[in-house]
């Protein structure tokens, strides 16, 4: 099993930036892609970015240009910065494994504010 712990989250203003970071532990060997997630109150799970193991990246269309995801291996930990905040980037984001073939693990998530 891998577990994941998400750090970095808190209160922002418009246009600020934060640094998001996710340690993995427990069977590291297995993580393939890592993940980027955000859900808002009263709104859908959203994959925010999303990393392979070979470094390849993609965005959802509402953070490209502004976010930036990476990993450091040797660390085992996920990272998103975050810049141009806006007030809809508020939600708790959560970091989230692919783990070959067994099941995906999840964070319990930090929560990004951002005012206006």
């Known amino acids: 099993q891998v577990q994941l712990v998400e750090s970095g989250g808190g209160l922002v203003q418009a246009g600020g930036s934060l640094r998001l970071s996710c340690a993995a532990s427990?069977?590291?060997?297995?993580?393939?892609?890592m993940r980027w997630y955000r859900q808002a109150p009263g709104k859908q799970r959203e994959l925010v970015a999303v990393?392979?193991?070979?470094?390849?990246?993609n965005y959802a269309d509402s953070v490209k240009g502004r976010f930036t995801i990476s990993r450091d291996n040797a660390k085992n930990t996920l990272y998103l910065q975050m810049n141009s905040l806006k007030p809809e980037d508020t939600a708790v984001y959560l970091c989230?494994?692919?783990?070959?073939?067994?099941?995906?693990?999840w964070g319990p998530g930090t929560q990004v504010t951002v005012s206006s």
């Open positions: 990393i392979t193991s070979g470094g390849s990246t």
């Open positions: 427990g069977n590291i060997y297995r993580i393939n892609a």
């Open positions: 989230n494994t692919d783990n070959r073939g067994f099941l995906d693990s």
